[in-house]
């Protein structure tokens, strides 16, 4: 008897519990909006705006003239290195044991200056790149955010860091930012 009085308790409550988890659904899919907010999502390639913008390719310009004079520094290093090196290599022979031991040192002490030399100019002109860089990506967040509240964008991506496989050219907002970029340079020149 005690074992039926349990076993109609427990279907009871499992019948209550079922009923009242069908009533909330019910009650909760009433409630819930007929269609979901539209959520805006666009993405910027900044490789291309570095690229295409005025500001861009003046700094790529800049940067391009700057690493000719450094490859001109390592053209007129490496030119002496190679006539030390012929000097020695024709002479050598000639020279006695100590000559030849000083014209060794000469060259690889110039060698190790000129790898230094190349190490420096490299490390130069990456860092005046990453300068450039960052300027533009501050001068371009700013604009960024303008364009997107403007064409309604609730999310803008950078392209390459956020891996968008796919995406309407209509999300592309890339062109837009070029040109207000490019607006905002021209502005700038003429003050």
Known sequence: MMKRMMAGAMVLVAVSLIGAWAYLSGASAQTAPATPAVTRVGFVDIQRVL???AAGVAA????????ATMQKQIDSQRGELEKLRD??????QLLSAEARREKQDTLERKVRDARRLVDDLQGTLQRKEEAMLSKVLQDVGGLIQKVSKDRGYALVLERQRSSVLYASPD??????VIRAYDDETKKGAKK
Do not use: M
């Open 60 to 67: 790529r310009e800049q940067l391009e003239k700057e690493k």
């Open 87 to 92: 000097e020695l290599d024709k002479k050598g």
């Open 51 to 53: 690229a295409r913008s």
């Open 171 to 176: 999300a592309d907002l890339t062109d837009d």
